[in-house]
């Protein structure tokens, strides 16, 4: 609950800021206080809501202010008096400063609280010789005699610093305790007696001295320890200067900053630093009294800045006491002699320049200067910038104007200076306007490459509000005749003021003013202040009316909370505003973006924000309000470039509106500039649509941007403009880089596919084209050519070398052509920088010039004794057998051959020897004339070949086209063709014996290829053997046709001798071969089970085991867990196919019971049992079909019975062995929704054996658990023995 607590003279007044409560405490009539005592400190404890008081005499008091009565009791009392009082942090210590008495040293008692009680801990004296636990150590190392002293000479070696001791007569005398933030330690800063002047100590929480200051001239009463723990912070008055001044925990100096008064006119009353350690506050007084400073100063880069300067100059309003609020960093109370109490809340704001064209200045304010840096042109790191202007007095409030390049300034002393940016400015002829400094932005012999303010004029305020001009604030300039300021009366109400300008005459006249209850306020480019109230509703001030922000629904605009900072953007051409809370949560009208966004800026086609994941977004504004949703920190593409990585803290100072910079400021105070690829695509983009080739070239060289979007951007009209994007680039430094840089990709569609979304709708099909780096390399080198080749030729030589198929003999041949020799030179001096040397070698050697070749073999490293003994002996050969020579020394074997042909019958030996050698048969069967005996011998050899190769059928064709018909009966007898071998047996001239025993041989060969029904044929037909061939029919079980031979050459006596014993066999085997299946595969089943029991039983008992486990722990140790479930086995590359593979890993199981793979094995030797039954149908009914017709009608009955019970048996027992769970065990247990816990439980539960303890089985794994596919094709069975049975 937040409450006041009030001090006037003896009385105390509590009030809680809704008023519940209104408590008075009168000492003196309580007769808790004597004449001339005070109040000397107070601490509110919120454990027990009471208030601790110390009085000077020594008394401690504690009020209760929580309870239904007033409670008031003495908890403790100090004979000596008290003359300071602090808390800890943490509420549990009290350190109390004793009054000094003539006779005895001030004392520090340090107490601990036990709920309403005091107990000593431990006391000491502020006075004492000791330094304290953290006292220096010294080597003898950097002596100051041993240093060297510059000009001061020798003498500084034994010179002594003379320190002048005593109380400044501005010292108030009192002493000052003050904690470090984790209440670890306190600072005292008193007055020493020893040595007559103030010093600065630091004891531990147990009442141990820790360290002394240095012995310091000028030291001062104030003293604040920064809450982060880093510094104690005072003030120290030199001969010249007023400085506060910093110290470390140890008693070191840690820098200072000097105050902007001369000596000895003002003296520092207190320091305060907020609860977040980054804004310093600063309470001085005037020694004169008129004036009392408020001053607020921050540090970036070791640099102090005075932000803001609050002056007051009447009683009335000049502060008896400050604070800072200690849960919002931001707010400040002030309390004034007249009772007034007075509450500001301060906000950082970034001014920057966001004129359409201007060189986004962004404007820092130092005190009575502005730094300013123009970020379109450059980045200078703070505390430096391009320049500065300095006023007459510190500066209060800036604004940009948004209809030109202006800029309006407010300072403390009620001024107003407008200013106007010029870019036209020449140190030569213009000089520099008063207060105008330039620093990096050149001068002083440079150039000044930024555009500088000059002065506009200069304005009084009204007199309605320079009386109290601490109180104005929000400076906005609205239009080039309108100013809007804020402004806050005397009852704390807060209004819009309008002001009109009127420059010639430098006056500003109040229009008009209305009571607001303002956070923040922003203008638009459209002359319109859009404004955003305590209650989070946004309204608008357009010309003279006030009107509430309309979102399209026709609803008013309200933020769920108040946002800090705000801006008005368009989102799909829809206006929206974009506010940001002080608890980073961003919002773009009353939908909310994102959570932990730190800041934001508005780009031209983005909307700009960092979070606290240390990313930078990037949001288009092409996104239709209705779309936009919350984001995320993931990318959602793989090449989506939107989100970035920055730097833990960084913020966005600015943007370029219209380019793609961004400006991060890091928590150190340093710059960053970043370009990310949102930002330079979208740039590249507009520069290829309005044809802007070398800018978008240029830029993309500069960001690594892959040179295929120049063209893939839009293929066809960069196509068409091909003429154009050479004249713009110029440089055949640019060019090459383009064309070696062509790949057929399209990036549009790969790399930055998150920019090009649309692509393949907007796209028409035939805009795409299929061979990209062809189409695109012959439009360059046709514009090349016809804008100036020679200018161009390195260009058309890269453009023929970047061809998918190189066209290095093109670019050679227009090296040649050259006649200049010096272009030539240096052509091929390119070229073979492009290509390897070697093959640009062997390219012109395949050209068969050797003018050319030696040219290319001099820009090699060959050595002239390699390639010249070569060339001499190839000039010397006959032109065919020449190009042969050269073709094969370059391994061209076909061109090779090609030649060689033409140097037949001479060189046929060689032609011979090389289509052997490479295999070129069918290339010199279709180069030799058919007729001839060249080609007849090639055809023997390649038959040869393919006899090797046992490609016996093909053989067997090329020997019977080359008239060597016995061998072709060999061949086509080994390939089972024996059409083709009846053909060659025909024609040869065989006598009936021969040729009878060569038929036998070939159906001999069809039997062994269980061919039975082809090798019948060749006996009944060609060998006239019909009794054989009914026996081969027998043989083959081809029933059904072994009868019609039986019947056609009538040999009845074959079936009582051959057929029916051949039947009844079949039988017998059938029904012993389906009997030992069944067996099998019952036994099979059984065993599995007992298997599958098992393994489920472990794992249940892993399962329970685990749950017994802390899950926590595995929550934070999931890599160590997961590496524990299973090894990962890793395959080389052997060249095995993928069926191949399957086989080794089944070679791995093993039907040994208790073997590691026997559910496996067993699951993959039931399948096999099963398709093996499967397969018997057609030889079943085939089977049945021959005994019916001989009457057998009870065998075929059983037979049938039998395998149509086997059929049912093997259909019951899938769903049994291959149950849900055993299907989904090779599943993948991981995934996005996983846990630790998860994945490790069901990989326990759902493992069959060791061998599937990866999350995903392999692939043979995945097949034999797959259930075996039994047809359910019932017409093997025969109705007429179904009624039998």
């Not at 040397?837 to 070749?853: K, P, T």
Request: charged fraction near 25%; hydrophobic fraction near 40%.
């Amino acid at each position: 609950m937040a409450m006041l607590i009030l001090v006037y003279t003896r009385k105390l007044f509590y009030v809680t800021y809704t008023l519940e409560r209104f408590l008075t405490l009168d000492l003196l009539s309580e007769g808790l206080i004597k004449a001339g005592d005070v109040v000397v400190a107070l601490h509110y404890r919120l454990d027990d809501m009471s208030l601790c008081i110390a009085l000077s005499h020594g008394d401690i008091i504690s009020w209760n202010t929580g309870g239904p009565v007033m409670q008031v009791e003495v908890i403790g009392s100090i004979a000596e008096g008290i003359a300071a009082m602090s808390w800890s942090p943490d509420g549990e210590l009290v350190v109390l400063f004793t009054a000094r008495d003539c006779n005895e040293p001030a004392s520090i008692y340090l107490l601990v609280c036990h709920g309403s009680e005091l107990e000593p801990l431990t006391d000491f004296t502020f006075c004492t010789d000791a330094f304290g636990e953290a006292e220096f150590v010294t080597v003898g190392w950097g002596k100051k005699e041993t240093q060297f002293h510059g000009s001061e000479g020798k003498d500084a070696a034994t010179k002594k610093e003379v320190i002048q001791h005593g109380v400044r007569t501005t010292d108030d005398g009192k002493p000052r305790i003050r904690w470090i933030g984790d209440g670890r330690f306190f600072a005292v800063s008193a007055v020493d007696d020893a040595v007559g002047a103030r010093k600065i100590r630091v004891w531990t929480r147990e009442g141990a001295l820790h360290s002394t200051s240095e012995s310091l001239s000028g030291l001062e009463q104030c003293l604040d320890w920064r809450p982060s723990g880093n510094l104690i912070t005072s003030s120290i008055t030199n001969k010249n200067k007023h400085q506060i001044a910093f110290f470390e925990r140890n008693g070191l100096r840690h820098g200072e900053f000097t105050l902007p008064f001369s000596i000895d006119t003002v003296k520092v009353r207190e320091v305060l630093w907020n609860t977040e350690s980054n804004i310093l506050c600063l309470w001085l007084e005037e020694l004169n009294m008129t004036k009392t400073h408020v001053q607020l100063w921050t540090t970036k880069n070791y640099h102090w800045y005075l932000k803001q300067a609050l002056e007051f100059h009447t009683e009335d309003t000049k502060p008896q006491h400050i604070s800072w609020d200690q849960l919002d960093a931001t707010v400040l109370y002030f309390f004034s002699s007249a009772g007034s109490l007075t509450k500001f809340t301060f906000d950082w704001i970034t001014h920057a320049n966001t004129y359409s064209g201007c060189d986004h200045e962004v404007a820092v304010v130092d005190g009575k200067k502005l730094l300013m840096t123009p970020f379109r042109v450059m980045t200078v790191p703070p505390p430096m910038c391009a320049y500065s202007l300095e006023f007459t007095s510190p500066v209060s409030s800036l604004s940009f104007c948004q209809s030109e390049n202006k800029m309006a300034v407010l300072l403390n002393n009620g001024d107003v200076a407008t200013y106007i940016f010029d870019n036209k400015f020449d140190l030569q002829s213009d000089e520099l306007q008063k207060g105008v400094t330039v620093q990096a932005a050149g001068g002083t012999g440079f150039k000044i490459n930024s555009s500088l303010p000059k002065l506009s004029a200069t304005f009084k305020l009204p007199e309605e509000l320079s009386s109290c001009a601490y109180s104005v604030r929000h400076l906005n300039w609205l239009s080039q005749t309108l100013l809007c300021l804020f402004r806050s009366d005397d009852s704390g109400r807060s209004s819009l003021c309008v002001l009109s300008v009127d420059e010639q005459n430098s006056t500003l006249r109040l229009e008009n003013e209305k009571n607001v209850d303002l956070v923040t306020a922003t203008c638009t480019s459209k002359g319109r202040l859009v404004l955003q109230y305590n209650d989070g509703s946004v309204w608008v001030y357009t010309g003279n009316e006030y009107s509430a922000y309309q979102l399209g629904n026709g609803s008013n605009l309200v933020f769920p909370v108040a946002c800090q900072s705000i801006q008005v953007c368009t989102f799909d051409d829809q206006e929206a505003v974009v506010g940001l809370s002080q608890r980073y949560r961003l919002f773009v009208n009353d939908k909310e973006i994102a959570t932990n966004c730190t800041s934001f800026s508005i780009h031209d086609d983005f909307l700009l924000l960092t979070t606290h994941s240390h990313t930078i977004r990037c949001i288009n504004r092409a996104t239709p309000l209705n779309k936009l949703s919350s984001l995320s920190d993931g990318k959602t593409h793989i090449f989506d470039e939107t989100v970035r990585r920055v730097e833990r803290g960084s913020r966005i100072v600015t943007c370029v509106s219209d380019g793609t910079s961004v400006i991060l400021q890091m928590p150190r105070g340093n710059l960053e500039g970043i370009h990310p690829r949102a930002l330079v695509l979208s740039t590249v983009r507009k520069m290829l649509d309005r044809l802007a080739y070398k800018e978008a070239f240029l830029l993309m060289h500069r960001h690594r941007i892959n040179m295929n979007l120049i063209c893939d951007h839009d293929r066809k009209c960069f196509l068409q403009n091909v003429s154009l994007f050479i004249e713009q680039l110029q440089s055949t430094t640019y060019l090459n880089q383009f064309i070696t840089d062509l790949h057929e990709e399209d990036v549009t569609q790969s790399m930055y596919t998150a920019f090009y979304c649309n692509r393949l709708k907007d796209v028409p099909p035939g805009q795409v084209l299929p061979n990209k780096v062809d189409t695109v390399c012959d439009a360059l080198i046709s514009s090349f050519q016809h804008l100036n080749s020679d200018k161009y030729l390195l260009c058309i030589l890269t453009a023929h070398v970047r061809k998918s198929t190189p066209q290095l003999e093109t670019a050679l041949q227009l090296i040649k052509a050259l006649k200049d020799t010096n272009k030539s030179e240096e052509a091929l001096k390119y070229l073979a920088f492009l290509v390897d040397v070697n093959e640009l070698y062997d390219v012109a050697l395949g050209m068969y010039d050797f003018d050319l070749v030696l040219m290319v073999a001099e820009k090699s490293q060959k050595d002239p004794k390699e390639y010249l003994l070569f060339l001499n002996h190839v000039r010397k050969l006959e032109s065919s057998y020449q190009k042969y020579t050269i073709d094969y020394h370059l391994k061209r074997y076909s061109k090779a051959l090609s030649h060689i042909s033409n140097c037949v019958p001479e060189r046929f030996t060689e032609l011979l020897s090389l289509v052997k050698e490479q295999r070129l048969y069918l290339e010199a069967m279709q180069i030799l004339p058919s007729a001839s005996q060249e080609r007849e011998e090639v055809v023997l050899a390649f038959a040869d070949y393919l006899q090797e190769k046992k490609r016996f059928e093909e053989a067997g064709v090329l020997y019977s086209q080359a008239s060597y018909h016995q061998m072709a009966v060999s061949c086509f007898t080994e390939s089972g063709s024996w059409q083709q071998a009846i053909i060659s047996i025909q024609k040869l001239s065989l006598s009936s014996s021969k040729r009878l025993d060569l038929i036998q041989k070939l159906s001999e060969k069809l039997k062994l290829m269980r061919k039975y029904m082809d090798s019948a044929t060749l006996l009944e037909v060609y060998a006239e053997q019909p009794e054989e061939a009914i026996t081969t029919l027998i043989e083959g079980h081809l029933w059904e046709d072994s009868l019609r031979l039986i019947e056609r050459y009538d040999r009845a006596d074959f079936i009582e001798t051959d057929w029916k014993p051949a039947v009844e066999e079949c039988r017998q085997q059938l029904l012993s071969d389906i009997s030992g299946n069944l067996t099998d595969l019952l036994s099979h089943k059984e065993r599995f089970l007992v298997v599958l029991q098992t393994s489920k039983s472990k794992a249940d008992l892993i399962g329970e085991e685990f749950r017994d486990v802390d899950a926590d722990m595995y929550s934070d140790t999931s890599s160590m867990t997961g590496g524990s479930a299973a090894s990962t086995t890793h395959t080389r590359s052997t060249g095995r196919t993928s069926k191949n593979q399957k086989k080794a890993q089944r070679k791995k199981w093993s039907l040994k019971e208790g073997s590691k793979f026997e559910d496996l094995a067993l699951l993959n030797e039931m399948k096999k049992l099963i398709e093996r039954v499967d397969k018997l149908r057609d030889e079943v009914r085939s089977l049945l079909l021959a005994m019916v017709k001989v009457n057998q009608l009870q065998a075929a009955t059983q037979l049938q019975e039998v395998y149509s019970n086997a059929l049912s048996s093997a259909i019951a027992l899938v769903p049994q062995v291959w149950s849900s769970e055993v299907v989904d065990s090779s599943a993948q247990l991981t995934g996005e929704n996983s846990t630790v816990n998860s994945i490790l439980e069901s990989m326990a539960k759902l493992n069959i054996s060791n061998s599937t303890s990866n999350a995903t089985a392999s692939a043979a794994e995945l097949e034999v658990k797959r259930p075996p596919i039994i047809s359910s094709d019932s017409t093997w069975k025969l109705s007429l023995l179904q009624k039998l049975m």
